[in-house]
């Protein structure tokens, strides 16, 4: 197996001090032919390598993890097998690390590299998250699928007044709580709905109307949510949900249904509605396919 490609990416990002949390190398996206099986994240100090079938030669891609790393700047490497049942993961390299705190610009975030499917910060939507911290000024905001609450977070952080999280997982809007305290924001501020979305309309109403909505789910999460089948109904929900001129934040990941989906259903339901445009996502995820990839369209509800 060739890892041209992979040690270049190492040894450009390992040639000064990475302080933020970013993807290495996104094999995803098939721009590097043979290792679009292959994803290697930073968490500070540790490396997450990601590999979606099995990896050829692992022994040497942990030794062109730690040749690049001129500033000695890792202390632990885990390969994570995401093609097996559970996604298992085995640390290579140093010492066992199950949580940790990183940071994305002023921005700080608990993490859990290799202990589940997914850390708890979705590299991806940095982008997002830049965004919602300069345009969220005032607005009250609701963050639907909010997952461990990283763009209310972030939200916050660009002076929104309130926030509100809806996910199903109890877990997760926890750990979401732990996030905004990590970065000194008021709980006060923040309304948790750890229910499932369709069957929580009513008490989400109670906080609203909202400024900002955002919604950000998953393609398909066994037993709650089908982005093909589900997602209209909660588009067909904004006007009782908005305020007038309201901002929609809606994003898709799916190589089936891409943005001209969302388009569709937003127009449906909010026929006097504009389209302001997509919103960048984090430029280290460079995708051959980008209408198959992650997409984040940018709505105004009717004035």
Same mark, same amino acid.
Do not use: K, W
């Given at each position: 197996m060739n890892y041209d490609e992979i040690k270049s990416a190492l040894t450009e990002f390992f040639s000064k001090e990475q302080l933020d949390a970013r993807r290495i190398f996104h094999g995803r996206g098939q721009m590097h032919a043979g290792l679009e099986h292959i994803c290697i994240d930073w968490?500070?100090?540790?490396?997450?390598?990601?590999?979606?079938?099995?990896?050829?030669?692992v022994p040497g891609l942990l030794q062109l993890v730690l040749n690049a790393d001129s500033h000695r700047q890792i202390t632990t490497v885990?390969?994570?097998?995401?093609?097996?049942?559970?996604?298992?993961a085995q640390t290579l390299f140093g010492d066992i690390l199950q949580q940790l705190i990183v940071t994305e610009g002023s921005l700080r975030f608990e993490v859990?590299?290799?202990t589940q499917q997914n850390v708890g910060l979705f590299l991806d939507m940095r982008g997002l998250r830049n965004w919602l911290q300069t345009e969220s000024n005032s607005l009250n905001v609701l963050n639907l699928? +909010?997952? $461990?609450?990283?763009?209310? %977070?972030a939200a916050l952080a660009? +002076?929104? $007044?309130?926030?509100?999280? %809806?996910?199903?997982?109890k877990t997760s809007i926890k750990w979401g709580e732990k996030n905004h305290?990590?970065?000194?924001?008021?709980?006060s501020g923040v309304k948790s709905i750890p229910h499932n979305l369709f069957k929580s309309w009513g008490r989400i109403r109670q906080f609203g109307r909202y400024d900002l909505v955002i919604i950000d789910p998953p393609t398909r999460q066994r037993g709650s949510f089908d982005a093909a089948r589900n997602y209209a109904a909660v588009m067909r929900k904004l006007p009782a949900l908005c305020e007038p001129g309201a901002q929609v934040i809606a994003t898709i990941n799916s190589p089936f249904l891409g943005p001209d989906y969302l388009l569709e259903l937003f127009f449906r339901y909010n026929p006097e509605g504009k389209h302001i445009g997509e919103i960048a996502v984090a430029p280290e995820f460079l995708d051959k396919y980008p209408?198959?990839?992650l997409n984040i369209c940018h709505f105004e509800m009717p004035t």
């Open positions: 968490f500070r100090p540790l490396v997450l390598i990601s590999a979606y079938s099995e990896i050829e030669d885990i390969l994570q097998q995401r093609y097996e049942q559970g996604a298992p859990h590299p290799g699928f +909010a997952y $461990t609450c990283s763009l209310s %977070v660009g +002076a929104a $007044t309130s926030v509100t999280n %809806v996910d199903m997982s305290e990590l970065n000194l924001q008021d709980l209408e198959r990839g």
